[in-house]
């Protein structure tokens, strides 16, 4: 059983930047697809970013493309969300999921995610 809790959220700027991490435990984020979704008020959970490290393959959302990076510190077992350029548009609260590495539904599919922390609130002032 996979734990993930996410920090990092918080105010910011248009055109600011904010990392989120994401500290996995009860396993190796390298056993996982690791991804990142928000929900916005009176919106779906939409998906934002995902990483296979193990098979070097990412995948974005358009609406970040370009502006969102994913990392990971294996040492910490902690994966990041570095989001730069922000957007009043990008204000929500961020989950942080997981996955084992072997699903094989494309990694923005949400409801393939196994694993889930609670969120943490991102708000870009404009």
């Known amino acids: ?3 993930l809790v996410e920090s990092g959220g918080g105010l910011v700027p248009a055109g600011g930047s904010l990392r989120l991490s994401c500290a996995a435990s009860g396993g190796t984020i390298s056993s996982y697809a690791m991804g990142w979704f928000r929900q916005a008020p009176g919106k779906e ?3 934002v970013a995902a990483i296979r490290w193990s098979l070097g393959d990412t995948a ?3 609406s970040v493309k ?4 994913i990392s990971r510190d294996s040492a910490k077992n902690t994966e990041y969300l570095q989001m730069n350029s922000m ?3 990008d204000t929500a609260v961020y ?3 997981a996955r084992p ?3 094989a539904q494309p990694m923005g599919v949400l409801y393939s995610y196994h694993y889930w922390g609670q969120g943490t609130q ?3 002032s404009s």
């Open 122 to 124: 991102v708000t870009v």
């Open 95 to 97: 989950y942080c999921a």
């Open 45 to 47: 959970r939409e998906f």
């Open 87 to 89: 957007k009043p548009e």
């Open 66 to 69: 370009g502006r969102f990076t």
């Open 60 to 62: 974005y959302a358009d």
């Open 1 to 3: 059983q996979v734990q």
């Open 101 to 103: 590495i072997t699903t």
